[in-house]
């Protein structure tokens, strides 16, 4: 009879095992193919395409434009169900939560909005700053149950050591964004955009810090002060990409009579559609970058942006512009696309939203 000798490990190699097993039961990989297969939630949303519930997003303007205007009433079509700017809301209860207006502006504001919807509410308790903010906030989520809860500005709730233009700040908004993804709630929060003037709008929040990286759907106010007519620009991680032209009269947004331009297209794409358009027999991505003095790799990720929007088409190894899209953009479709069938997403309970907390499937499972 052979004896099998038994295998003694190093005491090093069982220390190892004791580390390296505890960080593999906490980071485990999860099947691309189970995700496809697993019964995910459709995500859900305040405001359809602009505020989505279980993120973080930001209101973003420069001082003086709108930012608390624009919050109130989009906390007002919430709490009601009632559309805003042709955009859906799902009823839910709201928080309105200011750092800089007193009792007498809120009034002020409330008189001008009108009736308010029930389970439209104000907070005038001091917004607190930075961990005492992510430990109370969840607690008020949850017990009183709002769907969306609106701190008017984000600013004051950084902590005061941080500085509010950079990764830090960052930092902290990616917590605050843990608290929305975890209560499944929306959290909304306005930002003094920066002086300095952009091509493109929304890079006004954004800037080099990354701070617009933590937001789920930035929502970006772009109007010349003291003049009616306005943008609205809707970008971000997870909102449907837009531009909406707006009239702001005496405190309140509404629709303007020009048309809605659908997807916002920036400024360096712009450049690219119009150099297509120019040559109508076609052009190659490599002559083309080389005309507008932009690089290969850049101009066809744009090409393909253009693309996914309609305005242009590959045709063998030259891009064309496609005529059927040069005066009218391609309407967004807010439905839930799931194969041959077509979804709205509808409203949720509160915690029906993935969290960063919610159980994944077991690896391999198929």
């Known amino acids: 009879m052979i004896e099998i000798p038994t295998v003694v490990l190093p005491a090093t190699r069982i220390a190892y095992l004791e580390t390296i097993v505890p960080l593999l039961e906490k980071y485990r990989p999860v099947s691309i193919e189970a995700e496809r ?14 505020i989505p519930r279980g993120e973080l997003t930001i209101i973003g303007a420069r001082k003086g434009l709108g930012k608390t205007w624009f919050a109130l009433q989009a906390g007002a079509a919430i709490a009601s169900g009632a559309p805003f700017l042709g955009l859906q809301a799902f009823k839910g209860l709201v928080l309105y939560w200011p750092s800089e207006l007193d009792r007498i502006g809120v009034h002020e504001r409330a008189q001008r909005l009108g009736v308010a919807p029930f389970g439209f509410d104000v907070m005038y308790s001091p917004v607190p700053r930075g961990v005492e903010l992510l430990s109370v906030l969840p607690a008020i989520i949850q017990g009183y149950q709002y769907a969306v809860v609106i701190i ?4 004051a709730a950084i902590p005061t050591d941080i500085d509010s233009n950079t990764y830090e700040a960052g930092h902290f908004l990616l917590d605050l964004r843990r608290v929305a993804m975890d209560t499944g709630a929306a959290i909304v929060g306005t930002w003094h955009n920066g002086k300095a003037d952009r091509d493109d709008p ?21 109007r010349k002060r003291g003049e009616p007519g306005g943008k609205v620009f809707i970008s971000g991680n997870h909102a449907r990409e837009r531009m909406i032209r707006v009239r ?11 048309p809605d331009e659908g997807p916002h297209i920036p400024p360096a794409d712009q450049a690219v559609l119009d150099a297509v358009r120019a040559r109508p027999e076609g052009v190659a991505a490599s002559t083309l970058a080389a005309s507008i003095g932009k690089g290969s790799d ?8 253009l ?4 305005l242009v088409e590959k045709r063998g190894e030259k891009w064309r512009a496609n005529e059927a899209n040069e005066t009218e953009l391609p309407a967004l479709s807010f439905a839930r696309q799931n194969g041959d069938r077509t979804e709205r997403t509808e ?6 939203v993935r969290s960063f907390g919610s159980p994944m499937p077991e690896r391999g499972a198929r």
């Open 37 to 50: 297969l697993a019964d995910v939630p459709a995500r859900q949303w305040a405001l359809e395409g602009a």
């Open 152 to 155: 008017d500005m984000l600013q």
């Open 202 to 222: 929304v890079l006004s929040l954004i800037g080099s810090t990354g701070i617009g990286a933590q937001a789920g759907s930035i929502i970006t106010l772009d």
């Open 248 to 258: 702001f009269d005496e405190g309140l947004f509404e629709l303007s009579d020009e």
């Open 298 to 305: 850049a101009t066809r990720m744009a090409l393909n942006r």
């Open 307 to 310: 693309g996914k929007l309609g």
């Open 347 to 352: 409203p949720a309970p509160l915690g029906a």
